[in-house]
Each structure stands twice: as structure tokens, then as C-alpha cells.
């Protein structure tokens, strides 16, 4: 069985954007990761998960959660080797890891121990204030308040840094601006 790889170091400071489905998550990374002119790491189940669901029809399962952490990390892994001083990445390990109770109310234990062993500067824990976007892969529109209290239990548990991101638009980026920046200035 493949195993979860190890973060590679990195000198700069990793960022995670975080939480619940349809919160502007890739849209945030973009625009944060351009802003810095740094790059971002995209998010892995997405694509895996979209592949999935166009060639078989079928939605996530138990058994693609170690895949999914394994490709979040590994992609992860070869950012580092780009990004400048400061690494945006849209998801980690954590995420899923509160997907996985969410859905299935287990976790395989090699994702709860790549979450005890990930570091990260500060995770944008992103508010569930702008508008649900429907789309193939998403299915919780009506449990967004819940879904985002599961994230916040999460980084609560695994005692991870985080600054809650609200607003829309241009406030939503100047939000997390801010948070970045009381980061760098510690």
C-alpha cells in the first residue's frame, strides 16, 4: 500500500486555504498566490474526484481518501520546489481528514498521523458567507454552518494556526491579506 509521502521543508512559510465546499478556496489561492508571485498547489481531489465521477459516474468513496492524500501531498511536495517565500495550498491532509468523518465517520489512520506530522504556518479557515455554487462534486448546501464548525473542530484538535476568512469579493482577498501579513510580521 502506498503511504503518505513526507513534507518536503521548505524555508518560506506554507499557507493552507481551508474549509467547507463552494467558499472561493481556489479562487483565493489564485488571486493570493499571484499577488505574491509565488505559486499555489492546487487541489488534488478535485480533479481525481471529477475524473471519477465523468468516466464511471460515481462519487467519492472510502477507498479514495488515501489517494486523495497522497496526490494532495505529492503535489504539494513538487510546489516547494517553486514557490518563493511563501507556498499557498488549496487543501491538505486535515481537510481530508474532516471530509472523512463527515461522510464516513472514520478516518484511515494514515491521514489523521500525516496531519499530526504536517506544518504549516497558518491555515485561512474560509467562511461559508458567500453564495453555494452547485456543481458535480458538491452535495451539502444546506449544511454549510455545520460543515464549517467540523472544520474549525479540526484545526481545534490538531492545535493548527488559523485566521477565519469572511467577506466577498475584493473584501474576502484584503481579509486574508491581512491575516498573511500579521503572519510575516510575527
Known amino acids: 500500500m502506498e503511504k503518505i509521502p513526507e513534507q518536503k521543508t521548505f524555508d ?3 499557507i493552507v486555504l481551508y474549509g467547507p465546499e463552494s467558499t472561493g478556496k481556489s479562487t483565493l489561492a489564485r488571486q493570493l498566490a499571484t499577488h505574491f508571485k509565488t505559486v499555489k498547489v492546487d487541489e488534488f481531489a478535485r480533479d481525481y474526484l471529477q475524473e471519477k465521477y465523468d468516466t464511471r459516474g460515481e462519487i467519492c468513496s472510502y ?12 503535489a504539494e511536495n513538487n ?9 499557498f495550498c488549496d487543501t491538505d491532509a486535515l481537510e481530508t481528514y474532516v471530509y472523512s468523518h463527515a461522510y464516513f465517520n472514520k478516518v484511515p489512520h494514515e491521514i489523521k498521523d500525516a496531519v499530526r ?18 456543481d458535480d462534486l458538491r452535495d451539502k448546501p444546506e449544511d454549510r454552518k455545520e460543515m464549517f464548525l467540523l ?6 484538535e490538531f492545535e493548527k494556526s488559523y485566521a477565519i476568512i469572511n467577506g ?11 491575516a498573511i501579513q500579521n503572519l510575516i510580521i510575527k
Open 117 to 134: 506530522k504536517s506544518d504549516y504556518d497558518l491555515y485561512l479557515l474560509l467562511d461559508v458567507d458567500v453564495a453555494w455554487t452547485p
Open 63 to 74: 477507498e479514495d481518501l488515501l489517494p486523495i492524500a497522497i496526490g494532495q501531498r505529492v
Open 79 to 87: 510546489a516547494v520546489e517553486k514557490a518563493n517565500k511563501l507556498l
Open 168 to 178: 466577498k469579493g475584493e473584501m474576502r482577498f484584503k481579509n486574508a491579506l491581512k
Open 151 to 156: 472544520f474549525k473542530r479540526g484545526l481545534k
Open 12 to 14: 518560506g512559510l506554507k
